[in-house]
């Protein structure tokens, strides 16, 4: 439901690279990986009927 309300970490991430102005072309890189995980994300989410695993299991403060 949050990845659906676009209030998971990613669109957060992404939200905050787009309000940091001076970051410009620098941020672009960033941008796609976040993208990319999106669509990721959703196209395992249609398959799977739920979240992939590292989203599902992630915890603050987890090293991996």
């Not at 309300?5 to 970051?23: T, W």
């Not at 999106?38 to 989203?55: K, S, T, V, W």
Request: charged letters at 30%; zero cysteines.
């Amino acid at each position: 439901m949050v990845v659906l309300n676009d209030i998971d970490r990613f669109h957060l991430a992404k939200d905050v690279i787009d309000r940091v102005s001076n970051l410009g072309p620098r941020a672009d890189y960033v941008t796609q990986l976040i993208r990319d995980k999106l669509m990721e994300h959703d196209q395992y989410i249609r398959q799977h009927g739920e979240d992939m695993p590292e989203i599902r299991n992630w915890k603050w403060g987890a090293t991996t």
